[in-house]
C-alpha cells in the first residue's frame, strides 16, 4: 500500500469520499462500474476477503496499521488525514477512523447463485437500506446459502446497508432479480418451494411449513409497507404466516426475515 498524508479538505484525491451523508453526490466521481464505501477496519477486511478490490482508503493516523494487516502488499493508496478532515470530507465524524473506497464487483446471475443453495431469502423491493442490511446479517447469522434482491430494492452494497450488516453482504452470495418471471423459472428449475411470508387467511403457519420443510426453500419477504406485490403473492407455491399475539400482526421485514430462517435451518 502507499502511505499518502493529506491535510486539505478540498484535496481531489479524496472526492470518492465527499458527502457520503447525499446520495446524490455518489454518482459525481464514480468510475465505469461503480464504488460502494465500506467502513471500519472489519467490514473492510470482508470484503477484502471476499476479493473485492479497493480504489483507496482513507484513514486515521491510528488505524493506519490495522489498514496494513488487512490490505498488505496491495497497490493501493491509503489516504492518512486528521479527524477534522475527514469529518469535513465526509459530512460526518468518522468514529472508527477507516473507510475504503471500493470497485463494484460484476454480479452474478441467479443460476449461479442458487446452485448448491437449500435456504434463499429473497427480498422484494426493500427500500430501507437498515432493513435490507439487517436481513443480510439475519441471513449470513442462521444459515441462509444466498440472498436474492428485486429491481426495486435498496442497494446492499449501500454504505447503511454494509454497516448494519457488519459486512455480511461480502459474505452471503447474493444478486439482483431482473426479471421476476425469470427468476422463479430458475428456482423452480432447481427444485425451490418458493414461500412467501404474507398474512392471508389460507396461509399456513411458519411452524407447519418448517415441520415438513420442502428440501429446497425461497423465502420471499415483501417491502416494509405493501408486503408482497401481487405479482409475487401468484407465482408462490406456499404462503406462510408467523403466528402473532398482542394485537400485533406482523413483524418488522428483518425480524420476520431472522424467525422464518431460523424455523427453517437445518
Known amino acids: 500500500m502507499r502511505l ?16 457520503l451523508t447525499d446520495t446524490a453526490l455518489r454518482t459525481v466521481h464514480d468510475p465505469e462500474g461503480g464504488l460502494y464505501i465500506a467502513e471500519s477496519t472489519k467490514v473492510i477486511a470482508r470484503a477484502v476477503a471476499a476479493g473485492h478490490r479497493p480504489r483507496s482508503v482513507l ?15 496491495l497497490d493501493v493508496p491509503v489516504y492518512i488525514v486528521p479527524d477534522d478532515v475527514a469529518e469535513a470530507v465526509t459530512g ?5 477512523g477507516t473507510i475504503a473506497s471500493m470497485h463494484r464487483p460484476t454480479l452474478p446471475t441467479v443460476r449461479d447463485v442458487i446452485d448448491g443453495a437449500s435456504v434463499v431469502l429473497v427480498l422484494e423491493n426493500i427500500g430501507d437500506h437498515t432493513n435490507v442490511g439487517a436481513a443480510f446479517r439475519a441471513a449470513a447469522g442462521l444459515g441462509a446459502d444466498a440472498v436474492l434482491v428485486s429491481p426495486g ?19 452471503v452470495p447474493w444478486t439482483r432479480i431482473t426479471d421476476w418471471d425469470a427468476a422463479v423459472a430458475d428456482l423452480h428449475a432447481e427444485g425451490f418451494d418458493i414461500a412467501a411470508l404474507a398474512l392471508r387467511e389460507d396461509a399456513v403457519t411458519l411452524d407447519a ?12 419477504m415483501g417491502s416494509e409497507g405493501d408486503g408482497l406485490s401481487r405479482k409475487v403473492m401468484d407465482k408462490a407455491d406456499t404462503v406462510v404466516t408467523i403466528p402473532m399475539s398482542g394485537g400485533v400482526d406482523s413483524l418488522n421485514v428483518a425480524s420476520a426475515a431472522a424467525v422464518a430462517l431460523w424455523a427453517v435451518k437445518d
Open 153 to 171: 430494492g435498496a442497494d446492499p452494497l449501500y454504505r447503511r446497508s454494509v454497516r448494519v450488516s457488519m459486512g455480511t453482504v461480502f459474505q
Open 209 to 220: 411449513y418448517a415441520a415438513d420443510r420442502p428440501e429446497r426453500v425461497a423465502l420471499v
Open 92 to 96: 460526518f465524524a468518522v468514529h472508527r
Open 4 to 19: 499518502v498524508p493529506v491535510t486539505d479538505a478540498e484535496d481531489p484525491r479524496l472526492d470518492d469520499y465527499r458527502g
Open 59 to 73: 484513514v486515521q493516523e491510528r488505524r493506519v496499521e490495522d489498514i496494513h494487516r488487512i490490505i498488505g502488499d
